[in-house]
């Protein structure tokens, strides 16, 4: 909450800085790239994941991908792309996107603040724990699509409620 407090009443806060300070907040592996665009490393269950964060003040969004590396064989990316549609039906925010040749899995969403709305901690951290979530959530389907020989309808079915804790 301190974080959100140190926040309240400033107005014209640019949003990767905001991003910068959760990314210093959770103790996150990141860099700076640009004015308007940082990337860093998240520890999830499953793997790492790397998110990249960038406004488009023309365009008045905040962007963001959560990416992790996938490369599965030739002839089970017909089984994936079909449970990437099933998947993306279930998401209400963002979708993924296979990226074949950089072998990367990427999960996209942007948050449009036009009229000069401002992106607080809490919506930004939401945004980068929904990505990380929805990644760790739809990954061991990814793996059963891809390398497990199921069909796209049951590899979904190990991703159909969100799990809390841990066994």
């Known amino acids: 909450m301190a974080l959100i407090e140190d926040y309240l009443g400033v107005e014209g806060i640019h949003p990767i800085d905001v991003v910068e300070t959760l990314a210093e907040a959770h103790e996150w592996d990141f860099d700076r790239v640009a004015d308007d665009q940082i990337a860093m490393m998240v520890e999830g269950q499953w793997r790492s994941y790397s998110l990249t964060l960038a406004w488009s003040a023309q365009d008045e969004v905040l962007r963001l991908l959560c990416t992790f590396e996938i490369d599965p064989p030739a002839a089970r990316e017909g089984a994936l792309y079909d449970l990437l549609n099933r998947i993306n039906d279930?998401?209400?925010?963002?979708?993924?996107?296979?990226?074949?040749?950089?072998?990367?899995?990427?999960?996209?969403?942007?948050?449009?603040?036009?009229g000069g709305q401002i992106a607080g901690p809490a919506q930004i951290d939401r945004m980068i724990g929904a990505a990380v979530s929805v990644s760790e959530r739809f990954y061991p389907a990814m793996q059963l699509a891809c390398w497990g020989d199921e069909t796209p309808e049951a590899a979904l079915k190990v991703a159909i409620a969100e799990a809390y804790g841990r066994a």
């Open 90 to 114: 279930q998401c209400w925010t963002g979708a993924f996107t296979f990226w074949r040749e950089q072998k990367l899995m990427v999960w996209r969403y942007g948050l449009v603040l036009s």
